[in-house]
């Protein structure tokens, strides 16, 4: 073969390799692993598949800022969530999003400069079409943890994503209660005292639209109609529990960390502050992240509650996301597993290797073409 020939062979072969590696890493390794998903069955029979609300749960997305954040670090992981994201809502088309707080890493300490920067960051990655509706819960990286937030660190939050922290929304006929779980030390805190005036508001507000005696409904003058079932609560914090001890599964806490104790409004809410959500809204199911790892408790032997993990590679090899099929009377729920990181480095590596031995064997090659032709030329000359 010509040598202009074989080194032809070599450069498409490394083109092939390379691209190759770089499209499957990039783009095509989040569809096989999504579609591997599929939204859970209603549990209620009788009723059409498409009275249920199809609603995609996220939580921890840990947008790095300008000081801690390495630029490679933002580059590959911010990547890693936009294209999961982008492929999920395509292939699965919810109708609404709640990401549990924690959207940025350094929202407790940035400039507004950075802020700005951050939040132009993920309206371009999160972004989605006016089919599907996204609800952002505030957490403590986001306003900084309950010593460090204040009312303008909130005020930043809630105008760039245009709600309150701590509000109900309705869809379909299923109440969603948003807490801003932040502000639940119970220690009087100007902030505390608005949020906690807010909930026992939006619980006199539940309990009034679930009562049906003319007696209990005089009590009930003015408050604000909902539709009569109990709701589903989303916050950052998890409620109180001692450990992950009892948590099993793929995306639960490394066996070496489940025993370690949780400290109450720090890792989680205070028994107190738990205690009284659910007495106030008595809730079908809580959905909570901040501790990264998945999780399923009961309360009272009768609350469940969800941990969701984080999103990003940079906080689990392998992230996922909470599929809910909610209508008014009951609930299911999937979870769905992104491709791991290791999964990417592995073929990353194995094409690097595989390109190196490609390189080595080529110039092991022309070396032994050249040898031989150095062979031929000192017989010939030998023979004149």
Known sequence: MPRFSVRWVVAVVLIVCVGGAFLFCEYLIYYPAILKCGWPEPRTAGRPADAALRAMVLSDTHLLGAVGGHWFDKLRREWQMERAFQ???????????FILGDIFDEGK?????????????????????????LVVLVGNHDIGFHYEMDWFKLQRFEKVFNASSTRIITKKGVNFLLVNSV??????????????KELMKLSRDIKCSIQSSSEEMESCEGSQAYPP???????????????????????AAPPEERHL??????????????QRLLQWFKPRLILSGHTHSG?????DN???????????????????FILASVSAASYSLSKCFLPEESTVIGVYCSAGACLLLLVLGHCLWMKGLLQCLSLCLLGKHKSL
């Open 183 to 196: 502000a639940l030390h119970g220690d009087g805190c100007p902030i505390c005292q608005s949020v906690e």
């Open 109 to 133: 300490w940035s400039s507004q400069k950075h802020w700005e920067d951050d939040v132009r960051r993920f309206h371009r990655m999160f972004r989605h079409s006016t089919d599907t509706e």
């Open 87 to 97: 492929t999920a809502l395509w292939l699965l088309r919810p109708e609404i999003v």
């Open 229 to 251: 079932t109990a709701p589903i609560m989303l916050q950052h914090y998890p409620l109180y529990r001692v450990s992950d001890a009892s948590c099993t599964g793929q995306d």
């Open 261 to 274: 104790l949780f400290r109450e409004k720090y890792d989680v809410l205070s028994k107190e502050a738990s």
């Open 295 to 299: 999780c399923e408790v009961l309360h």
């Open 302 to 320: 009768k609350y469940p509650e969800i941990s969701v993990p984080s999103f990003s590679w940079r906080n689990r090899n392998n992230p996922s």
